[in-house]
């Protein structure tokens, strides 16, 4: 098993930053990707940013060049630094690991840009 737990979301003003942390704990080894997802209200969950076991990063189109992912494997933590905010990234932000064929999430944490 792989706990997963997201830190770091709250209210930010269009162009603001915000650094998110999710924190894995459990059984991490062999967990070959990780990364972020988000969910706006009426909207389907979609893929923001993933990372490899060996720091290969990869970005969905609308937050290349504004969002960072990184990880730090000594602390089981993965980042997601998202600058230049619009209010169109108002989201619950998803961390997602994949081990194996098994997908665990994490609970998720706000992301509020106001205009």
């Known amino acids: 098993q792989v706990q997963l737990v997201e830190s770091g979301g709250g209210l930010v003003q269009t162009g603001g930053s915000l650094r998110l942390s999710c924190a894995a704990s459990?059984?991490?080894?062999?967990?070959?990707?990780i990364g972020w997802y988000r969910q706006a209200p009426g909207k389907q969950r979609e893929w923001v940013a993933t990372?490899?076991?060996?720091?290969?990063?990869n970005y969905a189109d609308s937050v290349k060049g504004r969002f960072t992912i990184s990880r730090d494997n000594a602390k089981n933590t993965v980042y997601l630094q998202m600058d230049s905010l619009r209010p169109e990234d108002t989201a619950v932000y998803y961390c997602?690991?994949?081990?194996?064929?098994?997908?665990?999430w994490g609970p998720g944490t706000q992301v509020t840009v106001s205009a």
């Open positions: 997602r690991a994949d081990k194996g064929w098994t997908v665990y």
């Open positions: 459990g059984s991490t080894s062999s967990v070959n990707v």
């Open positions: 990372i490899t076991n060996i720091g290969s990063p």
